[in-house]
């Protein structure tokens, strides 16, 4: 008969949010497979712990599947677990359960801690439906294509980036998105966690600490009952000045957030700011 294999969440940051069932399971099986041995060991130590452990990771899932799935199919039970949080949620460990259940071999989730869950829960957006999109591409087409197709997207939007890339994905969101209420969450449940919920603008404007690990959750467009008509020229020029004071944004990435914030071009959006500069010289 074969084993079982519990996918494991374990906590993102605060020792203390692990349940006592993954407790348990972390005892009871045969081998741990870990995305990193060294924090997951930590976790172990803390609560004596004493289950052996195996790296398991993107550079190495390939060959390591076929012999975590040769254990499991002889009666070994195994907990897979990442460096924190729920498992597989823009982390390795899909080829494994994949082949699990391709093997007729049990796979078990045991829930817990979710970084996604933790800021969705804190954000008081809209949540009967949203998407997670995990990391963007770093740079090239790929990451402007991948923002252009967020303009589509009517759902409360949640997002994973790395600290020395988060003022530029803010100002990506601003220019692709409008300056939607958005929350920036960072270390979520460890010692320096902070959460805002503010417009992106002016989380740009912000002296965030560009340290850690970020969460960003993106509000859902306003419905269209409550947009206005038509910006006024007036409206648009006060708003182009809040988004360009203080360097917050640049004038072009202002620009283009007032064109998709309120659907007009760019071009137009330059038009009515210079309109209103004349009328007033």
């Not at 699990?100 to 869950?117: C, D, L, N, T, Y």
């Not at 912000?206 to 969460?215: L, P």
Request: neutral net charge; proline residues 6%; charged residues 25%.
């Amino acid at each position: 008969m074969s084993g079982t294999l519990f996918v494991v969440a374990t906590p993102i940051g605060n020792l203390e949010d692990v349940t006592f069932r993954a407790l348990r399971v972390l005892r009871e099986v045969a081998l741990i497979a870990a995305e990193d041995t060294r924090r997951t060991n930590r976790l172990l130590q803390h609560y004596s712990i004493s289950t052996p452990t195996t790296s398991l990771h993107e550079h190495n899932e390939h060959a390591k599947v076929p012999l975590l799935l040769g254990r499991l199919q002889k009666g070994e039970s195994i907990a897979i677990v990442s460096d924190a949080g729920t498992p597989l949620i823009a982390d390795p460990g899909a080829r494994l359960v994949a082949a699990a259940h391709q093997a007729s071999v049990r796979v078990e989730p045991v829930p817990g801690p979710s970084a996604v869950m933790a800021a969705l829960s804190t954000s008081g957006f809209e949540l009967n439906q949203f998407v997670f999109l995990g990391f963007p591409p770093p740079k090239g087409k790929s990451r402007v294509d991948w923002f252009a197709r967020l303009r589509s997207e009517s759902r409360t939007l949640v997002i994973y980036e790395a600290p020395h890339r988060i003022r530029d994905t803010l100002s990506d969101l601003l220019n692709n998105l409008g300056d939607r209420p958005t929350l920036l969450a960072r270390e979520l449940t460890k010692l320096h966690e902070t959460l805002v919920v503010r417009p992106i603008s002016e989380l740009l404007g912000s002296d965030a600490v560009e340290r850690g690990e970020f969460t960003i959750v993106v509000s859902p467009p306003t419905a269209l009952g409550d947009m206005p008509a038509e910006a006024s020229d007036a409206d648009i020029c006060v708003e182009f000045g809040l988004l360009t004071n203080n360097e917050s944004c640049s004038r072009r990435e202002a620009i283009q957030a007032l064109a998709a914030r309120f659907g007009l071009s760019p071009k137009e959006v330059y038009r009515r700011i210079e309109a209103v500069k004349k009328a007033g010289e």
